[in-house]
């Protein structure tokens, strides 16, 4: 019992710094989110010209993180998960720089596509964290990580805009030395999770890219049901991008307003994560993914319907809690691949929810277009409707899939 507790306050600091690298990650995309558009502004002289370079900004963000989620998860898998954090934090500062002293359009665009490969190593980070993690803690330790990424994301907007005040490029002089006291502090305190022998013993570079990631899901047919799962839920979430433009054309909100609904829907996301390992100890994996569906598809429903405001408004605790389901699904995927393949598994999961960032903005905000020309109520909401249906879909997966046991496998642990 005493090697036991030793093993764990020798991994403590480790697992603390991986999760302040997932929470660093997003605080840093989240603080340069409402720079780089302005600075695009400042470019261009144009607004409408503005808008649609920040979309391909942003497609190209996503692009980039389908490429790179599974060359960096078997990257990992092959020379253990260490390096690739640390190179991902100096990498990062790297590309700060680039952004803070791009002096044209086009270095604005190398420094904020490479942002998504930094943005990737989270893939990394997610498999230290299964590495390090007894099976039956991983969906608490999954939760822990959802929250981490959602606070950086909720805070970043607020830091960057702030620090903007001071002047267009301080967000991303901070996020550089942010980045490098992560990296300075990690390489001191980072142990690798990854045992040699638990290594691939070479490259298979047939599996390092973005389909070829998915052969992992024909080797273990169990995967499937989970992946669509959590590809439908990811999808579902692409519907908030239409989330400012509806309540201003519903309810005629103001920049505050939606400022304040999304922070509490940030919040209540966050919360929902971190209770995550204590509902799963009650209730069990299974009914906690079922009961965030569910919720959340409810939410989506109340959106869509909702005459007012203020009935709106109301739902967001729902789609809060619908955060709860995905830590579970994610546990349940590392469960039944080994400790060797883990890299290769959060790979593919970012592989899939790339595809989400890539077709899901276009798709929701195409069709709010469409329908909102049409001005009929409650025709209006169908975008939600839609995310109400795909988190319908996501439960059904969800279910077949998680009655069937996990397979016993072998997990590495940090020493």
């Known amino acids: 019992m ?32 409402p720079v780089v558009p302005k600075l695009i502004v400042d470019f261009t002289g144009d607004v409408g010209r503005a808008s649609v370079i920040a979309g391909a900004f942003a497609t190209a963000f996503a692009l980039v993180q389908f490429v790179a989620s599974p060359i960096l998860g078997l990257l990992s898998d092959r020379f253990g998960r260490r390096p690739i954090i640390l190179l991902a934090n100096v990498g990062s500062a790297v590309e700060c720089a680039i952004l803070a002293f791009a002096p044209n359009l086009w270095w604005l665009f190398v420094g904020r596509v490479l942002t998504g490969l930094t943005a990737a190593s989270a893939i990394a980070a997610a498999a ?32 960057g805009g702030s620090l903007a005040g001071v002047g267009l490029r301080v967000p991303f002089y901070a996020a550089m030395g942010l980045m490098l006291i992560s990296a300075a502090y990690g390489f001191f305190v980072l142990p690798e999770s990854l045992a040699p022998e638990k290594r691939h013993a070479a490259m ?77 100890e009650r209730f069990g994996p299974r009914a906690v993914v079922m009961t965030g569906f569910a919720l959340g598809s409810v939410g989506f429903l109340i959106y869509g319907f ?27 995927l590392s469960h039944r691949v080994g400790a060797s393949e883990q890299g290769e598994l959060q790979g593919a999961i970012g592989s899939m929810r790339s595809i989400s960032m890539i077709i899901g903005p276009a798709f929701f905000t195409l069709l709010f277009a469409a329908v909102s020309a049409r001005g009929t ?31 016993a496998v072998e997990t590495a642990v940090a020493t």
């Not at 660093?24 to 989110?33: A, C, P, Q, R, Y």
């Not at 099976?135 to 330790?141: F, H, L, S, T, V």
Request: proline share 7%; charged share 10%.
């Open 306 to 332: 909702a005459p007012t405001g203020v009935l709106f408004a109301c739902a967001l605790p729902l789609t809060g809690i619908w955060a709860v389901a995905g830590p579970p699904l994610q546990s349940a």
């Open 2 to 33: 005493m090697l036991a507790s030793a093993a764990r306050s020798k991994r403590s600091p480790a697992v603390a710094f991986v999760f302040v690298t997932m929470l660093l990650d997003w605080l840093v995309v989240g603080m340069i989110s």
């Open 204 to 280: 298979a570079w047939s599996r390092a890219n973005p389909l070829g990631s998915l052969k992992l899901v024909r080797r273990h047919r169990e995967l499937s049901g989970l992946i669509l799962s959590l590809f439908c839920s990811n999808l579902a979430v692409q519907s908030f991008s239409v989330f400012v433009l509806y309540t201003i054309y519903r309810f005629n909100w103001s920049e505050p307003m939606n400022g304040i609904g999304l922070s509490l829907f940030g919040a209540l996301s966050v919360a929902s994560a971190l209770l995550v390992g204590r509902l799963v």
């Open 128 to 159: 230290y964290v299964a590495d390090v993690t007894p099976p039956e803690k991983r969906a608490a330790a999954f939760g822990m990580a959802s929250g981490a990424f959602g606070l950086g994301f909720a805070l970043g907007p607020a830091v």
């Open 377 to 407: 109520y409650p025709l209006v909401g169908l975008p939600w409707f839609c995310g109400a249906l795909l988190l319908v879909a996501a439960a059904l997966f969800a279910q077949r899939a998680m009655r069937t046991q996990a397979p």
